[in-house]
């Protein structure tokens, strides 16, 4: 069975820095494409970034261009996301999902993780 | 703003026939495949249909869908109880060259 077990939120100032992890079993993460997509609370979803199954390939929504980085290390089963230059508006339950291919990234997530909260807030 | 619409809203009781539309563009809905999503209250997201109109294993057929041009549609037939949650229609878009989802439907039982 797959699962993908998402870690790494809390509270953070302004301005500061989070980086969120995904850890998958039941399937090699090398293999797919995966990506992170936020959920303001009360609201709806918001695609953030994508990257290939090497890692070499990456996506990232306008609205977080240049502030967060999507990696990877396939040895560990783990996606990462780094978030630099957090705003309040960042605020979501942040997922992580798995796209079905290695470069498939229109296809869209197929399945996903429960979710970390993350809180931007003084 | 999303570049998808979807109504906020649709009703219908047990038993009956619920439609709700997803409207884009050339660049998202005109050019690929469109995904819907499920999220019950509290849960994370479910893949509902993929490839436009296939379901994954486990999701009952009450549940189809299609696209013409630039929108697309779910249906909900024979309604029940559980079906109550958001409804989000997703798709990549080549103009934004990322993945863009429906502000969501909410589907009431009444």
């Known amino acids: 069975e797959e699962q993908l077990l998402e870690s790494g939120g809390g509270l953070v100032q302004p301005g500061g820095s989070l980086r969120l992890s995904c850890t998958v079993s039941g399937f090699t993460l090398g293999s797919f494409a995966m990506t992170w997509v936020r959920q303001a609370p009360g609201k709806g979803l918001e695609w953030v970034s994508a990257n290939s199954g090497s890692g070499g390939s990456a996506y990232y929504a306008n609205s977080v261009k240049g502030r967060f980085t999507i990696s990877r290390d396939n040895s560990k089963s783990t996606l990462y996301l780094q978030m630099n230059s957090l705003r309040v508006e960042d605020t979501a339950l942040y997922y992580c999902?798995?796209?079905?291919?290695?470069?498939?990234?229109?296809?869209?997530?197929?399945?996903w993780g429960q979710g970390t909260l993350v809180t931007v807030s003084s | 703003q999303s570049v998808l619409t979807q109504p906020p809203s649709a009703s219908g009781s047990p038993g009956q026939r619920v439609t709700t539309s997803c409207s884009g563009s050339?660049?998202?809905?005109?050019?690929?495949?469109v995904n819907w999503y499920q999220q019950l209250p509290g849960t994370a997201p479910k893949l509902l249909i993929y490839d436009e109109n296939q379901r994954p294993s486990g999701v009952p057929d009450r549940f189809s869908a299609s696209k013409s041009g630039t929108s697309a549609s779910l249906a909900i037939s024979g309604l029940q109880s559980e079906d109550e949650a958001e409804y989000y229609c997703?798709?990549?878009?080549?103009?934004?060259?990322?993945?863009?989802f429906g502000p969501g439907t909410k589907v009431t039982v009444l």
């Open positions: 999902a798995k796209i079905p291919g290695n470069y498939d990234f229109w296809r869209g997530p197929v399945s």
């Open positions: 050339f660049s998202n809905i005109g050019r690929n495949i």
């Open positions: 997703a798709v990549w878009d080549d103009s934004l060259n990322g993945y863009v």
